[in-house]
């Protein structure tokens, strides 16, 4: 489960980056994306520590947009899988695990929701068997 949550966080960044250096992310008046491109102009124009970082946060603020497809899309998976025990609430808190270190994990989940999917996180990522962990070891 962990390495399906992170293979979409990874495709997400790989969407965007995408969708912007192929011109297809416009500036918009109200657009989700104005932040978001304008980083990527400002990295692509001067590709720094500072501007990578910049880029990187504003990828990860834009994936709040993402959480719920990226929950269904798990829950397809592990339906696929025959994990019975999964619904798409936890699969939601799965997706946020792959975003623990990021500035959206902490600017928008409470600390008790932050704990919590983080936990969710490494009991999936370490197959924590006490703890039940709902998909399968890799080894
Ligand atoms: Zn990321």
Redesign the pocket.
Known sequence: MSIAATSL??M??AYLINYAITGQMQLEENSNFNELLNAFILFYDDQTPDTATTL?DE??NT?NDFIDTMALSLLAYATAQGYDDVDVSFCKKLCWG??VG?DLFEEVLSSSQQLEYENIAAIEQDNILNENPKGTSCD
């Open positions: 966080h990874e997400i960044h990187d990828i990860h994936m792959t975003m990021t």
